[in-house]
Structure formats: structure tokens, C-alpha cells
């Protein structure tokens, strides 16, 4: 017996006696000592007395569902670390347990030493979120939440997921358009994770160096001297943060595929303890189009996809892009010490107006340049390098607005190319209702490029 | 010599961890399962068409049993038997069931057998 162990309860649920009798006899040998239910009711009478920090639980019960009674403990006691147990082929509904919360998930039979480790990593996961109250911890949690703001009934749904899936240990995979956030909501499932702790270690598998790469995740290959300590080993404890893991070659997918199966980093000086690592991974597109090209493993996507989180982009919540923009604007106004205090509602209806294709670093981007360009205090449309949005016209204006099909080589005849070019450069800074990086882009050239070639046509006209 | 009806080595190891006590529940637990689907089986054909809610539960708990002992073709008429949903005719559902009780009491005759660890 190690009472170190027995001091914090276990609450086992299994209506089958000849199982609970075993599973009892295996966590006891092991020095854990549970209280036991056969029935949902007395597991809700047992969970209201006791107040056990961990649960196994099977999901199949005779008077009712074990999913049911988990979301009840969980609303109850979140802090609760509960193992749900299942046959094998209805892994299906443990990864739906997984998903609403369930700390891990045991498959049967049950084999003895991985239900034992599941009960010891439940345990030690409960007492770090109960014991830490780290301040950075909170700090850090704040300032993620600042950044994740959720007027939005879709951004609301979000952080639901995100506090359901940071009691898990499974892996969670986050697909969202360029700029959507993806990597502050991994921060935020880790910080708010029992892992808070321990590193988040970030590794963008799109670089195109390989044997960077390999030396970076693995610690291994020709680079491996330069780059020290794989992401792999310095991760444990903590999380692996995987951008676009679709990227990896073949070879290096193979290997962390591996490293998942096995627990062993494969580093050569590494410990041979497993590697005890969450990974959560992200990308724009839905990882079984990179399935479909011939860019991921099947395999690697099972062991990656298990908890999905989707963030939507910028334009699909515009609720949110208010309080968004006025603390972007407070983080870069203390970066670059201007004081600028508010965005006028104009100014944020020219923001509300906007496409926001490259989401939320398009916006801070947006909003950095008006105010490095400017002093404030308050932000004001003209400050803001944006199109005004064109006005809806009626169907009689759309006809008569609608462009004269021409022959362009006879409307270009006897111009000269200068000409032509600046006609080109003029419509589309018309269009651009007169910003000249809009313009820039639509035209695919750089911005000075037209502040030089139009201050050229001043001296000519001169 | 029949083939054995379950991993042998695993049900020893079982009985040595729970000892006898464990190997009686055993046998009682599938014996309550039998038992179960037995009662479902001679119900009124009114009362019974399809897997009703207690019969899946009866299998389920009788699967959960027999990978824990490695009773693979118990496991797999368990499988067969849970599969064939709500919307199964009666004369279908008690085929099945069957198959699975006939299985049920070969692995129950085989750890009747198992030697008492106490003895």
C-alpha cells in the first residue's frame, strides 16, 4: 500500500461485479483504494458525499448513460479528473466522452499497467490544478482571454470547447483561416490545462528545411548538433504545439508517428522514460484534404484528430471586432508610446465594413500603421489605410452602374505605355476609394512603387 | 480435444490476481447474462421484435466479460448479435442470441474447470 496514493480518492463505476472486483483488486494492489458504484444513482450519491477528484467510469450503466452522468460531475466538480471506460468498438463514444471533457479513456479489456498509469496521471493532474495557483499562470490566462474575445455566440462556442478540451489529455487538432488565432488558442488550452506548468514548445513543420526540421522535432540528423534539445524532450510535461504537421516529409511523419506510438522521442541521449506530451496541432484547411493529396499519413491524422476546434474567421463574428480593435490598439499605443486612447464609431464601422481576409493579424497590422502614422488620442477613419465600403446600389443604379464592355485595343490605341500604365494605376486607386496600399495589392505591385511613379507624373504636370 | 473457448493465460492470471472469489463472480456474472438473454428469448413475439435496450445491455455486459477473459468468439457473437439493431425480426434476433448462449456456456464449462488457485 503507499498511502501517498490512497490519500486522494478514486471513485470506480462498473456495474459488471466480476469487473469492478477485478479493476478494485488491480488499483489496490497498486495502492490506490476506490470507492465503488454499481448504478448511476449510487455513483451520484457516492460523487455528492465523497467528492472523489478522480473517476472511472464505465459508460454503459443499466439505469443510465455514463456520458450524462459525467457532464453532471463535471458541472458539479470541474476540477474532477474522470477515466471513462468502455468496450472495444464503441471507441466512438469515448472520444465523444473525450470531447465533453473526459480526462482519458480506457478500452477493454483493461490492461493492467495502463489503467494503473491512467489513474496515477489523473491524480497527479488533479493535485497540479488544484495546488499551483500560479500568478504568472493567471497572468498569462488573463491576458489569453483578453485576446480571445467572445461576444460572438460562434467565438462563445469556442471557448466552450477550449475549457472542455483543456481537461483532456488528448491530442487536439485547431483549423482556422490564416490570422484566425490559432496559436493563442493553443496557449489558451495549454494555460488552462494542468500542463500550465510545463512548456508549450511551437514547431512549424512547414519549414522547408528538412534537416532543420528533423534536428528541431528530433533532435536527430545532420543538424542536430546546432539545434540542441528536440522540441520532442524539451515538450515533456508540457505541450507540443504542431503547425501544419501536413507538412513533414514522409520519413519525418513516420517518426513522430513513432514517437506517438511508442513514447520514446528517439533522441539518442534522450531518457528512456516515455515522452508524456499533449499535442495539439494546427492548419488552415481541414486536414483530410491534405489526406486526400497525398500529404498526411492516414495514420499520423488518427493520432492527431482527435479533439477538433475550428475558429472562424474575422468577418464571421463581427460582434467581437470592436472590443478586438480597442485592445489591439491599447497593446500597440503602449508598444510605440503614442496616446491614443479610442477608435471613433466611425472608425469602427470603416473596421466593421472590411473583408478582414487575413483576420486578425491583417487587423493589428491595419491598426499599427495608423498609429505609427499618427498621435491620437483618438483613432479616426481617415488615420486608417482602408477602403470605405461602396454603397449598395439598386438594381436600376447596378444596371446603369455596370461597366461598358469595350474593345480594349482600340481604347488603348495611340497611348503611350506610360500612358496606359497610369490610367491602370489611377483606376485602381479609384477603386481602392484612394488607398494606395489597397490599390498596391490589387495590382500586385509595392506600395512606393506608385508613390514614386505618381510623383513623377506631378513633375511632369509641372 | 476442443479448442479452448478462451486465452487460458489470461484467465489464469486473473484468478491468480483475484483468486477465487474472482473466478466464482465470473461464472456468476455469466451466468446472470445467460440467464437474461434466456428469459428475452422465450418472451411473447409482441413483446420482443428487435434489440431492446435490455437486451444490449445484457450484451454489452457479456462482451465487456469476455475480452477481459479473451473469449474471442463469445467477443465476436456478442458483436454479431448487438448489430442487428431495432428494426431485426424476432426469428433473426433469437437465432443470434442463441449462438451467442451456446458459446456463453462453452466458456463458462471451461473456467468451471479452471483449477481452484486455494485449493
Redesign the interface.
Known amino acids: 500500500m503507499k498511502p501517498g496514493k490512497a490519500k486522494l480518492g478514486l471513485m470506480l463505476v462498473e456495474d459488471t461485479p466480476s469487473l469492478q472486483m477485478l479493476y478494485r483488486t488491480v488499483l489496490r494492489k497498486a495502492g490506490f483504494d476506490p470507492i465503488c458504484a454499481s448504478t448511476g444513482a449510487e455513483a451520484q450519491q457516492l460523487f455528492a458525499t465523497e467528492r472523489p477528484p478522480v473517476v472511472l467510469l464505465d459508460l454503459v450503466l443499466p439505469d443510465c448513460d455514463g456520458l450524462t452522468l459525467m457532464t453532471e460531475m463535471l458541472t458539479e466538480a470541474p476540477e474532477t479528473r474522470v477515466i471513462v471506460i468502455t468496450a472495444n468498438g464503441s471507441v466512438a463514444k469515448a472520444v465523444q466522452a473525450t470531447r465533453k471533457g473526459a480526462f482519458d479513456f480506457l478500452v477493454k479489456p483493461l490492461g493492467d499497467l495502463r489503467m494503473i498509469g491512467a489513474v496515477a496521471n489523473a491524480m497527479t493532474e488533479y493535485q497540479a490544478i488544484t495546488q499551483r495557483g500560479g500568478k504568472g499562470i493567471s497572468r498569462a490566462l488573463k491576458s489569453r482571454h483578453d485576446a480571445f474575445v467572445a461576444r460572438s455566440d460562434v467565438m462563445q462556442q469556442v471557448n466552450t470547447v477550449i475549457a472542455a478540451v483543456a481537461r483532456s489529455n488528448a491530442p487536439v487538432f485547431i483549423i482556422g483561416p490564416s490570422g484566425s488565432g490559432k496559436a493563442a488558442c493553443a496557449e489558451m488550452i495549454h494555460l488552462r490545462s494542468s500542463r500550465a506548468t510545463k512548456p508549450l514548445i511551437q514547431v512549424d513543420c512547414g519549414l522547408p528545411d528538412a534537416l532543420a526540421l528533423e534536428a528541431i522535432l528530433f533532435g536527430t540528423g545532420a543538424q542536430s548538433d546546432i539545434t540542441g534539445q528536440s522540441a520532442i524532450e524539451r515538450a515533456r510535461g508540457g505541450t507540443l504545439f504542431l503547425r501544419n504537421p501536413h507538412k513533414l516529409t514522409p520519413q519525418l511523419q513516420g517518426r513522430l508517428l513513432s514517437v506517438l506510438n511508442t513514447g520514446q522521442s528517439g533522441e539518442a541521449h534522450s531518457s528512456a522514460a516515455p515522452v508524456d506530451i499533449r499535442i495539439i496541432s494546427a492548419a488552415r484547411q481541414d486536414p483530410l484534404d491534405a489526406i486526400r493529396a497525398g500529404e498526411l499519413e492516414e495514420a499520423l491524422y488518427y493520432r492527431l484528430f482527435v479533439l477538433p476546434l475550428t475558429l472562424p474567421p474575422l468577418h464571421a463574428r463581427p460582434e467581437d471586432l470592436p472590443a478586438i480593435a480597442e485592445q489591439f490598439l491599447g497593446e500597440i499605443a503602449q508598444q510605440e508610446g503614442k496616446p491614443f486612447r479610442r477608435i471613433t464609431p466611425e472608425a469602427l464601422v470603416l473596421l466593421q465594413s472590411q473583408p478582414w481576409e487575413g483576420n486578425l493579424h491583417e487587423l493589428r497590422n491595419v491598426l499599427r500603421q495608423a498609429v505609427v502614422l499618427h498621435e491620437g488620442p483618438d483613432l479616426t477613419p481617415g488615420m486608417l489605410p482602408l477602403a470605405p465600403k461602396a454603397p449598395q446600389l439598386t438594381a436600376t443604379q447596378a444596371v446603369q452602374a455596370a461597366p461598358v464592355m469595350l474593345d480594349l485595343d482600340s481604347a488603348l490605341s495611340g497611348m503611350t505605355m506610360a500612358e496606359i500604365e497610369a490610367r491602370a494605376i489611377r483606376a485602381a486607386i479609384a477603386r481602392n476609394g484612394g488607398s494606395i496600399p489597397r490599390a498596391a495589392q490589387e495590382l500586385d505591385i509595392a506600395p512606393s512603387t506608385i508613390y514614386r511613379k505618381r510623383d513623377d507624373w506631378e513633375k511632369t504636370t509641372h | 480435444m476442443f479448442p479452448s473457448r478462451l486465452d487460458t493465460a489470461?484467465l489464469a492470471s486473473?484468478v491468480e490476481?483475484?483468486g477465487e472469489?474472482?473466478r466464482l463472480?465470473?461464472l456468476?456474472?455469466l451466468r446472470a447474462c445467460e440467464d437474461g438473454l434466456k428469459t428475452l428469448c422465450c418472451l411473447s413475439p409482441e413483446t420482443a421484435t428487435g434489440t431492446t435496450p435490455q437486451t444490449a445491455?445484457l450484451l454489452?455486459?457479456l462482451?465487456?466479460?469476455a475480452?477481459?477473459i479473451?473469449a474471442a468468439t463469445l467477443v465476436q457473437s456478442c458483436?454479431e448479435a448487438e448489430n442487428l439493431g431495432h428494426a431485426v425480426g424476432r426469428a433473426a434476433l433469437v437465432q443470434s442470441l442463441v449462438a451467442v448462449l451456446q458459446e456463453c456456456a462453452l466458456v463458462r464449462a471451461q473456467i468451471e474447470q479452471c483449477p481452484d488457485v486455494n485449493a
Open positions: 489470461v486473473l490476481m483475484g472469489e474472482l463472480q465470473l456468476a456474472d445491455h454489452h455486459t462482451r465487456g466479460i475480452m477481459t479473451g458483436i
